[in-house]
């Protein structure tokens, strides 16, 4: 006996063979056309046996009826004897007294009859008949005349020996073809199913050569129009994906990293000075350098937090009913009690499906973003838009505005316009971000137009709740 670990591992690599791809469809192909090889084969040979029988029965019920006609003028022992001769298809004929002897016949059907009398007038076919015991088998026409003689039975059979011998012939021609055949279309599909599948192992060691550090290199996709060049040009567009998300990623890691440091350093940097003075810090240097700065960074974690599971999971909500108007409400009062701007209000009540407070920080992210850019004045309004089943809020300032090739870059992370990077005038660059993320989150949009008068307007627009939604009647109130 052999190692036992030697043959499982001989065992596991023949299944690995016998898994792959090009050996299955060879084994499958080579299978299905052994069966079907076989199932035409005895279609065959059963048309043929049956075909041969048919044959052997017309040649003897043919001379049956040529004896029989014969009997009618002529005694069994006067007959002409070239109807007695054997022939191809005939090999015994005997003609039968109504006590079973037989009268006349060929030299080797004398001994006894191959069936027994039937009336006269009456015929049928015999299989399988014997004079006696181990005497070679007859397929026979067996009929019975009348005559001026008297009745006769005329027995014509041929011998099933030869057919089934022809049928044997036959068969063994199949076995010995019928391989030959399975093994040269065997070889054929291994040989077709491996120039097919060269491409797809092309592309499986291009894509195993590919390092994450290098998402740049692509496979080679075939001009063949077929599955394996969608399968490539599917390949190559899943490495522009993940090449992009990459880029993406060491961009977001790199400002992340950037935008953290600040604030870090800040108050590291206070830290720092009271540890190596030995003195505490005071209560004005708290409030003004380290507590805004560790908000600042709090709320840049929380930020980041809510954009890594956006990208992971989709920004999560809790839906309810949500009175927009009340919302927008609020965030004006706000802005009028920082005292900053001047804030012109237009609240319509507007009732939306979706997350209060994902809701309310989207707002509040547009609201500080255009006090942060007005010169003076900052406007907010709403409209509802029936027809569309849309609701809009639109915050505008008097500020530079934004230039139209940056309008779909602002809502990127980390994109800022102002030239220098300080939060006091540019901000984390993540609010518009996170805008877009939950105004996406709740099948809206939102996009940046010129303002009246000039600066630039923010407006979102979320879908209305469906007619089976209550929801309150349009009222206006300006302020």
Known sequence: MGDPGTVSSRTTRLRRRMAGVRIRLTVIATLLLA???????????????????????????????????????????????????????????????????????????????????????????????????????????????????????????????????VVLTVAVLFCVVFPIILLMLGAAVHYVVGRTLRPVEQIRSQV??????????????????DEIATLASTMNQMLDRLQSARERQLHFVGDASHELRSPLMTIVGMLDLAHTSGRPLDIDTIDTVVLPEAHRLQTMVADLLLLARADEHGVPLTVEDVDLDDIVDAEARRLERLGRVRVNAHVEAVRVRGDRDKLTRAVRNLADNAERHARGRVEISMSRDTDAGTASVTISDDGPGIPEPDRQRVFHRFVRLDTDRQRSSGGSGLGLAIVAEIVHAHDGDVHVADAVGGGAAVTVVLPLPGADQTDEPPSAASR
């Open 35 to 165: 069966i079907a090889l076989a199932l035409a084969a005895a279609i065959m040979l059963l048309v043929l046996h049956e075909s041969l029988l048919n044959a052997a029965d017309g040649a003897t019920s043919a001379r049956a009826g040529q004896i029989a006609q014969a009997l009618q003028s002529q005694a069994p022992a006067t007959i002409d004897a070239g109807l007695l001769t054997p022939s191809n298809d005939v090999d015994a004929i005997q003609i039968v007294s109504p006590d079973g002897t037989v009268l006349a016949g060929t030299p080797n059907a004398r001994r006894s009859p191959l069936s027994g009398s039937v009336a006269p007038g009456a015929r049928r076919t015999v299989d399988d008949a014997r004079m006696r015991a181990g005497d070679d088998e007859y397929r026979g026409s067996v009929l019975g005349v009348t005559t001026p003689m008297g009745p006769f039975t005329v027995i014509v059979g041929a011998a099933e020996g030869p057919i089934d011998d």
């Open 208 to 225: 195993a050569s590919m390092s994450s550090s290098d998402l740049s290199r692509r496979v080679s996709e075939p001009d063949t129009g």
